[in-house]
């Protein structure tokens, strides 16, 4: 860290002959080249990497804060300069109350802004620290599964939504950056990946605190150490419990239970795409006007409380685990009832996936996939079941999948377990996911009694985005609080 003026400094008449990048790198030590790039970037004046070479960015961090503090712009450090460096970005990391923090739920070390922010408690995949107004959440995230991929990950983090726009996004072998604005609150992700072992933090901030937030932020990119640790072993959250009791044995995404795969499937090749956060979470669309929405019973069946979005505690849940779907009764004003086609989608029909999934991360941002009808039957020709392309990730569990018209074609469910078959075959199998049928969902309605509204098969397709809006008001977030 920068603390005193380095031991050789070029004079301001060799800078005029010298280019000072060079004169920097080849006159000052390694350490304090980082020390100034830290300064400069709690100042407000850097945001680049602290890698401990100066360049065209760090000389224009040094110009812009000798402009702004009242010295020449040209460049050239002197005692002065970086006395007023340290004073100015001492005041800036003590208002944050910066503290490298080893996180032991994920094994990361990372920098927290402690006079922000309080631990708020482990979630299922990490720990979140959030401040009293809820102006600012970090977070840390471990995924260590394997259908985690970075790319999938990164797929699905990355992907704008109604609410949700991607500022810049940067995929490496090693690791992803993202950052945008959901909601209208700008955040910041970083992930890191070593064999089977993901591991990131994200960073959400609303405009008011951006002017105290962004230095910070700067700073705990470049001082995040993924792998600094091991996570702790000993507080196992509900995913752990349910392969520990070897009820999802093979599952890559598992929850409180398995789909309900019918006719003699392979447990160890769907995946229920149960979300990280609380105990699991899932995603519910409107079906009546009577307050009722569907999902799977796999997200609903072992709660002792389901949470609707920011709606309440559902007043009543129906579950039928040989079919995995479930009824949601909440007693709020909610958006119209999505209608529901009659028979089946056609083969190759193009079909949007609508839902939640890593609510961890992506808060209550509805993400929204394309892809196609692949097969009019699930694994080993189950008739309940559809094939789809359309990506779906933990948490998409129970949310629509409509068509172009906005109409319900199929409930999504289960993705294949791609290293389980990659074991079986020698293939990576690409895109294969599972929604249940629209026939199967209807007479599951019929049979509990819901009025649910029959799709006009005459509506006329639309684009995605107006597809989209046509029926994101009838979705939601369902959360599961507590195990039965």
Known sequence: MLCASPAVLPTAAQAVTTDLATAYNDNTDAGFRVGLQTRLAWTGDYSGKFDGRIGAQTLRAIRDFQARFGFKADGVMDEAFLKAVIARSDIARDAVGYKLTN??????????PLSLVASAGDTEVGHMWRSADGKVEVETVRFAEDSYSLAGVYEVLSTPGPSKTIISQQLTETGFD??????????????????????????????????????????????????????????????????????????????????????GADATSLTPPAAPGFDSSGTGFVVSKGGWLLTNAHVAKSCKTVLVGDLGAASEVVVDEDHDLALIKIDAALGRPLSIVAGKPRLGEDVLALGFPLRSILADSLNVTRGNVSSLMGLRNDANYLQISAAVQPGNSGGPLVDLAGRVVGVVTAKLNAVAVADLTGDIPQSINFAIRPDAAAK??????????????????????????????SIYPILCLGQN
């Open 178 to 263: 993202i950052r945008g604005v959901d909601a209208g609150r700008e955040f910041v992700i970083r992930f890191a990946g070593k064999d089977k072992d993901l591991r990131g933090f994200s960073v959400a901030w609303n405009d008011d605190v951006a002017g105290l937030v962004a230095p910070y932020v700067s700073v705990a990119l470049n001082s995040f150490d993924p792998f600094a640790g091991r996570p702790r072993e000993t507080d196992i959250g509900p995913v752990a419990k349910l392969f520990e009791s070897g009820r999802a044995e093979g599952v890559a995404f598992g929850d409180h239970g398995t789909a309900a795969l019918g006719n």
């Open 444 to 473: 599951f309605l019929t049979d509990h009694g819901i009025d649910f509204q029959k799709a006009d098969a005459s509506a006329p397709l639309s684009s995605v985005p107006d597809a989209t809006a046509s029926v994101q008001e």
């Open 103 to 112: 996180d032991q739920t994920t094994g990361a070390r990372l920098g927290l």
